[in-house]
């Protein structure tokens, strides 16, 4: 099949494009090189594989993404603005890139009758995670209070009782609580795109990714993901920096792992009945806390220890780990990289 892949240089978009040609797939890959993610554009452009075609422009612009779409079966959205951003003057990049982006190309795709396509979303349009209370059952905590943040006070409460609660894992069907901009426009590009399935009759498959790490994760900017702040930590000789108690839980999954959950979904999209939309968790299945994170990559690289700051970022969920069961059992997929093989890899000089 020919598949577009948009944000194809990106971290997660360029281990996509890779995957697809290892599964014998023609790849068309779009990517606009922003100098905020790729400061070195030239090395960005060389992850793209030779012999592969790469269309320099942005997803915005909708004449080159009617150009791109000529001839293709599937599209693959990767292009994006992750992490929680800086401040709310991110706001409109946020929205414009994430929203405004996805409106023209899902525009462009019911004109040209491209009628499949896989979306890179994020377990972030859940808000926090899911939780039990011993007295009332699965509850739902608002977001933290600052002045509880800044008393060290990290775990919600219950709403109801103010009790202890115990964290589970997210289903699909949990519903949508986005909290920060950057969720915010995750979850209207799910949105969008399933009203664009319903109204071109086309099928889309909704990946809310985990925190994903792996080779070429972003670095040094401000929004690189936390795995990638402890390493350059350790390899300037510093502790990683533990916000919070550390006991903060997530889900890391290896990009590799997320790439073959897209070529799964890409056949998905090719059996689901027209004007379905499905989401599917992508995460390794067993969650970890950020301190477990930071002592597994400070004991790979022989590095100094972690220290627990205390600190804390307003915007943060405390705990989200999602059940990735649907994805294993509708999709087959299975994820082939474990924690430790992946730690090592990351923490590699090559890389
Ligand atoms: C991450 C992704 C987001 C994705 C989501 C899916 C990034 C930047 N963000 O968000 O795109 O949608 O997963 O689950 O890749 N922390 C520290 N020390 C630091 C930095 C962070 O302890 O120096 C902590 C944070 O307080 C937080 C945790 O690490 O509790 C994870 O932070 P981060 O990597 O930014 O990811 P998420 O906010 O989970």
Redesign the pocket.
């Known amino acids: 099949m020919r598949i577009l892949v948009t944000g194809a240089a990106g971290f997660i978009g360029s281990h996509v494009v890779e995957a697809l040609l290892a599964a014998g797939h023609d790849v068309i890959a779009y990517d606009a090189l922003l100098p905020a993610v790729h400061p070195d554009p030239r090395r960005a452009r060389a992850r793209i594989p030779s012999g592969v075609e790469f269309v320099h422009a942005d997803v915005i612009d909708p004449v080159a993404v009617a150009t791109a779409l000529r001839g293709v079966d599937v599209v693959c959205h990767h292009a994006a603005m992750?992490?929680?951003g800086v401040d709310l003057d991110d706001a409109p990049q946020y929205a414009s890139r994430n929203d405004l982006g996805t409106a023209v190309l899902l525009a462009a795709m019911a004109r040209a009758s491209v009628s499949r396509l896989v979306l890179a979303s994020?377990?972030?349009v859940y808000g926090e995670g899911r939780y039990d209370c011993a007295r009332h059952g699965r509850v739902a905590p608002g977001p933290r209070a600052a002045v509880d943040l800044a008393a060290g006070r990290f775990e919600p409460p219950c709403p109801h009782c103010g009790a202890p609660l115990g964290p589970g894992l997210v289903d699909e069907d949990t519903a949508l609580d986005p909290r920060n901009v950057?969720?915010a426009t995750?979850a209207a590009q799910e949105f969008l795109a399933t009203a664009w399935a319903r109204a071109a009759a086309g099928t889309v498959a909704l990946l809310r990714?985990?925190?994903?790490y792996g080779p070429r994760m972003p670095r040094d900017t401000p929004?690189?993901?936390?795995?990638a702040?402890?390493r350059s930590a350790l390899r300037s000789g510093r502790p990683?920096?533990?916000?919070?108690d550390?006991g903060?839980r997530?889900d890391f999954v290896h990009v590799r792992d997320v790439a073959s959950a897209n070529v799964a979904a890409i056949e998905w999209t090719g059996k689901a009945d027209p004007g379905a939309g499905r989401a599917f968790n992508v995460g390794s299945g067993t969650p970890r806390t950020?301190g477990d994170l930071?002592a597994g990559l400070s004991a790979a690289t022989g590095g100094p220890a972690p220290v627990v700051t205390g600190d804390?970022?307003l915007g943060?969920?405390r705990h989200?780990t999602a059940s990735n069961l649907r994805l294993r059992t509708e999709l087959g997929w299975r994820p082939a990289v474990t924690f430790a093989a992946g730690l090592a890899e990351f923490v590699d000089p090559a890389q």
Not at 209 to 212: E, S
Not at 240 to 244: D, G, H, R, S
Request: net charge positive; charged share 15%; no cysteine.
């Open positions: 992750v992490g929680l994020s377990m972030v950057y969720a995750k990714y985990h925190n994903v929004y690189a993901g936390v795995a702040i402890f990683p920096l533990v916000f919070e550390g903060q997530r950020v930071a804390y970022r943060d969920v989200v």
